[in-house]
């Protein structure tokens, strides 16, 4: 799974395939990155965050 967010765009990737688009009109402010889940157990392998 994948997730790429640039800017208000947000793309999801399952198994390289594209899944899910969306655009965000409340964009994150730049500078904070986090990663949670709600009520379930995960873990994050290979995160890369890249400025643009």
Request: aromatic share 8%.
């Amino acid at each position: 799974m994948e997730l790429s967010i640039v800017g208000n765009q947000l793309t999801g990737y399952l198994n390289g395939e594209e899944k899910l688009s969306a655009t965000d009109n409340s964009p994150l402010a730049p500078g904070k990155v986090g990663v949670r889940a709600y009520t379930a157990n995960f873990e994050v392998d290979n995160l890369y965050v890249e400025a643009r």
